[in-house]
T-cell receptor, first 111, second 113 residues
Framework: DTAVSQTPKYLVTQMGNDKSIKCEQN?????MYWYKQDSKKFLKIMFS???????INETVPNRFSPKSPDKAHLNLHINSLELGDSAVYFC??????????FGPGTRLLVL | AQSVTQLDSHVSVSEGTPVLLRCNYS??????LFWYVQHPNKGLQLLLK??????LVKGINGFEAEFKKSETSFHLTKPSAHMSDAAEYFC???????????FGQGTILTVHP
């Protein structure tokens, strides 16, 4: 009964490809997030959705497009992957602005 | 604007000795502050959270942190390190109603036998 789950856990792909990462939470939270952790372990928020509505959209290339089909899911689609997109992507969820619970991460490697 | 700075990128201690991981914050308003731990190839796990109820916050695994407004600090401590504490620790702060968290750069804790 994983609280926040992400698929896939590992993703290796070629430059220029399009890929998606899925996130699901079973905590009944209304807010979900995507974070990027770069090679230096620096964690930065990318997006946040509250009740399926986009509320935080940091300076992220348009190639990244989040989609929230319902409150329990927040997927991240990345078009035209670049070498610099290689990172660990974490999904998180919370109830309003309370404590955020993180998924295990998706390790993306772009070759 | 909210920012969080972790003062040490790497801390090394011997098993059984105290742990101190330092975090300073800057904020124009009362923050909520967190410490998360990340073990190798794992996600982030919440250690503890400050939300102005008490300045000394106790977390899991024997960790605690003290909020000091005069020093704008939220340092993480543990009286006696255990080998299983070896991990990377992130201090984070949030100050908006949308739950936007700003993280520090992380501190790698190494515990020697």
């Amino acid at each position: 009964d994983t609280a926040v789950s992400q698929t896939p856990k590992y993703l290796v792909t070629q430059m220029g490809n399009d890929k998606s990462i899925k996130c699901e939470q079973n905590l009944g939270h209304d807010t979900m997030y995507w974070y990027k952790q770069d090679s230096k372990k620096f964690l930065k928020i990318m997006f946040s959705y509250n009740n399926k509505e986009l509320i935080i959209n940091e300076t992220v290339p348009n190639r990244f497009s989040p989609k929230s089909p319902d409150k329990a899911h927040l997927n991240l689609h990345i078009n035209s992957l670049e070498l610099g997109d290689s990172a660990v992507y974490f999904c998180a969820s919370s109830r309003q602005a309370e404590t955020q619970y993180f998924g295990p991460g998706t390790r993306l490697l772009v070759l | 604007a909210q920012s969080v700075t972790q003062l040490d990128s790497h801390v090394s201690v011997s098993e059984g000795t105290p742990v101190l991981l330092r975090c300073n914050y800057s904020s124009s308003y009362s923050p909520s502050l967190f410490w998360y731990v990340q073990h190798p190839n794992k996600g982030l796990q919440l250690l503890l959270k400050y939300t102005s109820a008490a300045t000394l916050v106790k977390g899991i695994n024997g960790f605690e942190a003290e909020f000091k407004k005069s020093e704008t600090s939220f340092h993480l401590t543990k009286p006696s390190a255990h080998m299983s504490d070896a991990a990377e620790y992130f201090c984070g702060g949030g100050g908006t109603s949308y739950g936007k968290l700003t993280f520090g750069q992380g501190t790698i804790l190494t515990v020697h036998p």
